[in-house]
């Protein structure tokens, strides 16, 4: 485990997933990452790559050769490396290899960066191709924070509240893990999504293009909340495991297989192609002056 901290916030990431495990607010005293209670689920931050969510039948072709991937790819189970540290900012990285290339058949180098600021936390995916033909990848986060998380409260005093008045519809799951033909509606011109544990028994949230940038998670007991911006990823997960408490904010540059795919991945929705040594970024962050 490796810990970063300043005067307002400590953070831990370990390096198997490089994932972030904890966000503790000092002076609130609040711990804002979900636990890993594995009677719910065990993770608490997982790093999405080289796809996000499910495969039709986990498997996609490629230059006319099959190849299987599971949910959300290898990269959550995979070890990092810190390549670099400093008094504001970890770096871990994880690098194509023998067993890789087997799943996925490109050279990539994966840097997976946590930038502290005074009152706020960026979290930068760095993929840099590291072949010599074009690559085909996804890449996204999955934060799951702590719901409630100021005592006395309960989770239903908890919601979302986005920076723009959104009219969007929710993309059902399959129980195969894929993208429904037609969307559901949710959103009806509102900014606001109350919090309720059934939300999620349909599994999540799937939005696609929605105008906000950015998304408050607030309560109606209290003035404790975070300021969560996903600026430049096109779609958005909202979940969570059936009766926890958290809620997952996950922002993706990716999306499921529909249930129509032709599983090519070069064809498959969302997804990005990067050249030979060119370098992909997104960032989100999490602040608390809201």
């Not at 039948?57 to 006319?64: A, F, Q, S, V």
């Not at 993929?127 to 702590?146: Q, R």
């Not at 909202?238 to 990716?254: M, N």
Request: proline residues 5%; aromatic residues 14%.
């Amino acid at each position: 485990m490796f810990i970063l901290q300043n005067d307002m916030l400590r953070i831990t990431v370990k390096e198997k997933g490089a994932e972030l495990v904890s966000l503790y607010h000092k002076k609130d005293a609040i711990e804002y990452i979900w636990s890993g209670n594995p009677a719910f689920w065990a993770k608490h931050s997982p790093v999405l790559f080289p796809i996000v969510g499910a495969l039709k039948n986990d498997t996609y072709y490629y230059n006319n050769k099959l190849y299987h991937l599971s949910r959300h790819g290898f990269a959550r189970d995979r070890q990092f490396t810190l390549s670099a540290a400093t008094a504001s900012e970890l770096c871990f990285t994880l690098e194509s290899d023998a067993g890789t290339l087997q799943q996925f058949p490109f050279e990539f180098k994966l840097d997976m960066i946590y930038r502290l600021q005074q009152n706020g936390l960026t979290v930068m995916y760095r993929v840099t191709n590291t072949g010599s033909g074009n690559m085909y990848f996804s890449v996204g986060g999955h934060p799951a924070f702590s719901v409630p998380f100021v005592e006395g409260t309960d989770y239903n005093d908890y919601y979302l509240e986005f920076n723009e008045p959104e009219l969007a519809g929710r993309w059902p799951i399959s129980a195969n893990g894929l993208i429904e033909n037609d969307s559901a509606p949710l959103l009806v011109n509102t900014q606001k999504l109350p919090l309720r544990k059934e939300l999620f028994y349909r599994d999540a949230l799937v939005f696609k293009n929605l105008r906000s940038r950015k998304v408050r998670l607030l309560s109606n007991r209290h003035n404790k909340g975070i300021a969560f911006d996903f600026a430049g990823f096109p779609y958005l997960g909202i979940w969570a495991a059936k009766d926890a408490d958290f809620v997952c904010i996950e922002p993706w540059c990716g999306i499921a297989d529909p249930v129509t795919s032709n599983q090519q991945l070069p064809d498959k929705e969302g997804i990005n192609r990067l050249a030979p040594q060119a370098v992909f970024e997104r960032s989100w962050g999490v602040g608390f002056e809201i």
